[in-house]
C-alpha cells in the first residue's frame, strides 16, 4: 500500500493539472475531451457489464452521447431559447434504441442498460458545457469549480473522518467499508471547503451563510450517492475498479462517480439560486 501512495499521488497531480487546463481553455478543449471521457467510460461500462453476461449497445451509446454534447452547447440556448435541446437528444436516443431493438432482436436488457448507461454518463457530462458558460465565458469557469471542490472535498473529509471515527456502516451490502461517521466528516469538509472557497472569490459567489450551508450540504450528499451507485454497479458486475485508467486510481469511471451526480445538481440549484 506505501509503495503505491507516490503513484497515486503523481497521477492525482498530472490529472488535476490535466482538469484545470480543460476547464481554463473552455468549450474548445471541454468538448473534445467529453468525448474521450465519453468513449473510455463507455468502454469501461461494456467490459464490467459484459462480466455478467449484459450487452451494451456501445455504438448507438458513443452517437447519442456526442449528439447529446452537441445540444448541450450554450449557443443553442442562446439563439433557440424555446428549444429544450437535451430532451430532444434524449427522445431521439430513445427512439433509436427502441428501432435498434426492433431490428436486431428486441434485446430488453441490452435496451434497458443502454439507456441507463446514456442516462448515467453522457448526460450527466453534458452539463458540464452549460455550466462553463453560466452565467458567462468569464464567470463559467468558477461556477464549473463548484462541484468539483464539493466533491473533492467530500471524498477527502469522509476518508478521514471514517479512518478516525467511522464505527456504524453506511451502506454494508454496497460498500463496506464507508460509515456514517465519514459521511457526516465528508458533508462538513464539504461545507467548510466551499466556505473558504467562496470567500476567497465572493463577487463571483454572494452566497448567504444559510444558502450556502444548503448549497454544499445537497452537494455532499450528491457526491456520497454517486460514489455508492457506481459502487453498486460494481458490486453487481463483480469487479474491484471499473478499470485501470489512472495508476494507483482504478478506472476512469472511479474517478468522475462523484462528478457525475455533482454536476447535474449544481447547474439545477446556480439556476434556482441566481
Given at each position: 500500500?506505501?509503495?503505491?501512495?507516490?503513484?497515486?499521488?503523481?497521477?492525482?497531480?498530472?490529472?488535476?493539472?490535466?482538469?484545470?487546463?480543460?476547464?481554463?481553455?473552455?468549450?474548445?478543449?471541454?468538448?473534445?475531451?467529453?468525448?474521450?471521457v465519453?468513449?473510455?467510460?463507455?468502454?469501461?461500462?461494456?467490459?464490467?457489464?459484459?462480466?455478467?453476461?449484459?450487452?451494451?449497445?456501445?455504438?448507438?451509446?458513443?452517437?447519442?452521447g456526442?449528439l447529446?454534447?452537441?445540444?448541450?452547447?450554450?449557443?443553442?440556448?442562446?439563439?433557440?431559447?424555446?428549444?429544450?435541446?437535451?430532451?430532444v437528444?434524449?427522445?431521439?436516443?430513445?427512439?433509436?434504441?427502441?428501432?435498434?431493438?426492433?431490428l436486431?432482436?428486441?434485446?430488453?436488457?441490452?435496451?434497458?442498460?443502454?439507456?441507463?448507461?446514456?442516462?448515467?454518463?453522457?448526460?450527466?457530462?453534458?452539463?458540464?458545457?452549460?455550466?462553463?458558460?453560466?452565467?458567462?465565458?468569464?464567470?463559467?469557469?468558477?461556477?464549473?469549480?463548484l462541484?468539483?471542490?464539493?466533491?473533492f472535498?467530500t471524498?477527502?473529509?469522509?476518508?478521514?473522518a471514517?479512518?478516525?471515527?467511522?464505527?456504524?456502516?453506511?451502506a454494508?451490502?454496497?460498500?463496506?467499508?464507508?460509515?456514517?461517521?465519514?459521511?457526516?466528516?465528508g458533508?462538513?469538509?464539504?461545507?467548510?471547503?466551499?466556505?473558504?472557497?467562496?470567500?476567497?472569490?465572493?463577487?463571483?459567489f454572494?452566497?448567504?451563510l444559510?444558502?450556502?450551508?444548503?448549497?454544499s450540504?445537497l452537494?455532499?450528499l450528491?457526491?456520497?450517492?454517486g460514489?455508492?451507485?457506481?459502487?453498486?454497479?460494481?458490486?453487481?458486475?463483480?469487479?474491484?475498479?471499473?478499470?485501470?485508467f489512472?495508476?494507483?486510481?482504478?478506472?476512469?469511471?472511479?474517478?468522475?462517480?462523484?462528478?457525475?451526480?455533482?454536476?447535474?445538481l449544481?447547474?439545477?440549484?446556480v439556476?434556482?439560486?441566481?
Open positions: 500500500m506505501k509503495d503505491e501512495l507516490p503513484t497515486r499521488v503523481l497521477s492525482a497531480l498530472v490529472g488535476a493539472g490535466l482538469l484545470l487546463l480543460v476547464l481554463w481553455a473552455g468549450t474548445p478543449l471541454i468538448l473534445p475531451t467529453l468525448v474521450l465519453l468513449w473510455l467510460g463507455g468502454l469501461e461500462l461494456r467490459d464490467m457489464l459484459a462480466r455478467r453476461g449484459v450487452a451494451l449497445n456501445l455504438p448507438l451509446f458513443f452517437l447519442g456526442v447529446l454534447f452537441l445540444f448541450s452547447l450554450p449557443p443553442l440556448y442562446w439563439h433557440f431559447p424555446q428549444v429544450p435541446w437535451r430532451e437528444a434524449l427522445g431521439l436516443f430513445l427512439m433509436a434504441a427502441f428501432s435498434y431493438e426492433l436486431r432482436g428486441a434485446d430488453l436488457t441490452r435496451l434497458a442498460f443502454t439507456l441507463l448507461a446514456f442516462l448515467y454518463l453522457p448526460w450527466s457530462l453534458g452539463y458540464v458545457l452549460l455550466l462553463r458558460e453560466t452565467p458567462d465565458g468569464a464567470l463559467g469557469l468558477w461556477t464549473l469549480s462541484p468539483i471542490v464539493a466533491s472535498a471524498d477527502i473529509g469522509a476518508y478521514f471514517g479512518r478516525a471515527w467511522g464505527r456504524r456502516k453506511l454494508p451490502e454496497i460498500s463496506p467499508g464507508k460509515t456514517v461517521e465519514g459521511s457526516f466528516g458533508i462538513a469538509f464539504s461545507f467548510l471547503a466551499l466556505l473558504l472557497y467562496t470567500g476567497l472569490v465572493r463577487e463571483v454572494p452566497f448567504g444559510l444558502e450556502l450551508w444548503l448549497f450540504l452537494l455532499s450528491a457526491a456520497q450517492l460514489d455508492l451507485a457506481e459502487s453498486m454497479l460494481k458490486r453487481y458486475c463483480g469487479v474491484k475498479d471499473s478499470g485501470s489512472l495508476p494507483g486510481h482504478g478506472g476512469l469511471l472511479d474517478r468522475i462517480d462523484s462528478l457525475l451526480f455533482t454536476f447535474p449544481t447547474y439545477f440549484l439556476v434556482l439560486f441566481t
